[in-house]
T-cell receptor, first 110, second 112 residues
Framework: GQQLNQSPQSMFIQEGEDVSMNCTSS?????WLWYKQDPGEGPVLLIA?????ELTSNGRLTAQFGITRKDSFLNISASIPSDVGIYFC??????????FGAGTRLTVKP | KAGVTQTPRYLIKTRGQQVTLSCSPI?????VSWYQQTPGQGLQFLFE???????NKGNFPGRFSGRQFSNSRSEMNVSTLELGDSALYLC???????????FGNGTRLTVT
């Protein structure tokens, strides 16, 4: 099946720094999504991307749908302590069969 | 609008038992998907239901089953529990087709 390679696996950054993480796949996806999961909770949708090349922002978050449809990145600018959590990328072809990356665990030091 | 609701939040079962988990989707959402989340395997797709029909199924044994009711609420059942079934089980709902998934907070199942 389709595999998503998400990197980095973990990040330790200082408050105020910018963060970048990405996902790549050998398969094409029609939709790329980014989720954040806090401990004890389910993943929460951050950004959804529907077109190759699309660049979308949500506050301090910016994500792009790669031109080849096989990759996506997420940037977080000026990180704050509440950005701590696990970030997942997800690729979707159809019928809600969504594949997830392994996650990037973000730690922000005040 | 209420989010996806999963019950119970926590469950402890013994090997060999069976368990049923429940999910109420966001009002108006007709598609419900189930995922298993473990530290080692990440988020693994179990199955997806739409209008009471299973449309997609992941690579899990037949001990894992589900159903959807006419009001879009869904249940998943795991029979003959094994220690390796210990995980966070997440339910997600969406409108249709390629709509983004909206997740509940999961049911944490521990098998002893």
């Amino acid at each position: 099946g389709q595999q998503l390679n998400q990197s980095p696996q973990s990040m330790f950054i200082q408050e105020g720094e910018d963060v970048s993480m990405n996902c790549t796949s050998s398969s094409i996806f029609n939709t790329w999504l980014w989720y954040k999961q806090d401990p004890g909770e389910g993943p929460v949708l951050l950004i959804a991307l529907y077109k190759a090349g699309e660049l979308t922002s949500n506050g301090r978050l910016t994500a792009q749908f790669g031109i080849t449809r096989k990759d996506s990145f997420l940037n977080i600018s000026a990180s704050i302590p509440s950005d701590v959590g696990i970030y997942f990328c997800a690729g979707q072809v159809d019928n809600n069969d969504m594949r997830f990356g392994a996650g990037t665990r973000l730690t922000v030091k005040p | 609008k209420a989010g996806v609701t999963q019950t119970p939040r926590y469950l402890i079962k013994t090997r060999g038992q069976q368990v049923t988990l429940s999910c109420s989707p966001i009002s108006g959402h007709r598609s419900v998907s189930w995922y298993q989340q473990t530290p080692g395997q990440g988020l693994q797709f179990l199955f997806e239901y739409f209008s009471e029909t299973q449309r997609n199924k992941g690579n899990f044994p037949g001990r894992f089953s589900g159903r959807q009711f006419s009001n879009s609420r869904s249940e998943m059942n795991v029979s003959t529990l094994e220690l390796g079934d210990s995980a966070l089980y997440l339910c997600a709902s969406s409108l249709v087709g390629n709509s983004p998934l909206h997740f509940g907070n999961g049911t944490r199942l521990t098998v002893t």
